[in-house]
């Protein structure tokens, strides 16, 4: 199933979004001791870094590619045209859903993290929080330059390979989707 958002509430929504991210890490992630940000809740868990480090390195991949294709799209000979609503993708949307975790900040589905995405075991701590802040400030700086564009007609591969492409709107509601889950999987690993 397929939705329909007004542009603007959906870049505002997502926008607040990643505010609530950064303030949640900031009030409960930013001066703990590196120790307990390192600390597993079990053997076989994530602890705190790992959970921000697995997200950064999905940031690494979609961050500059949603850049690029805004930038490209920016630079066109073509004014860009933005448009009035924006409608997800049934499997855009399906895999947002998947991904949002429940109002108890439970997954709602149980899913392995692709090797190439899985969190290092020796982590500087502060640095990966950092960097996470940092992969947020640049989200919410794209966030606003989408504002110019057709969050429709932009197509950005995903982590699984180029032949699964979502639009821009589709990537930006995932991968926030993504960040919410494993943040709320890092505050249970504080505990």
């Not at 120790?35 to 961050?63: I, T």
């Not at 399906?94 to 020796?122: E, H, I, S, V, W």
Request: aromatic share 10%.
């Amino acid at each position: 199933m397929s939705l329909t958002f007004d542009t603007p509430e959906l870049l505002n929504s997502l926008q607040r979004q990643v505010d609530d991210l950064v303030q949640t890490v900031n009030n409960n992630f930013v001066g703990v001791p590196e120790q307990f940000l390192l600390l597993q809740p079990s053997p076989g868990k994530w602890s705190v870094a790992q959970c921000l480090d697995h997200l950064n390195a999905y940031s690494r991949f979609y961050v500059p590619a949603m850049e690029k294709a805004i930038q490209g799209k920016l630079s066109g000979s073509l004014p860009p045209t933005p448009s009035a609503t924006f409608k997800s993708g049934w499997l855009g949307n399906y895999f947002t859903n998947m991904m949002k975790p429940k109002a108890d900040g439970l997954p709602g589905m149980k899913m392995q993290a692709p090797k190439a995405y899985r969190p290092m075991a020796d982590l500087n701590a502060k640095h990966t929080v950092q960097e996470f802040l940092e992969w947020q400030q640049q989200t919410k700086a794209l966030l606003d330059r989408a504002k110019l564009v057709n969050l429709q007609k932009i197509k950005i591969s995903t982590t699984l390979g180029a032949w699964l492409r979502f639009s821009l709107g589709d990537t930006f509601r995932f991968v926030i989707a993504h960040e919410q889950r494993h943040i709320a999987q890092a505050l249970r690993a504080k505990g």
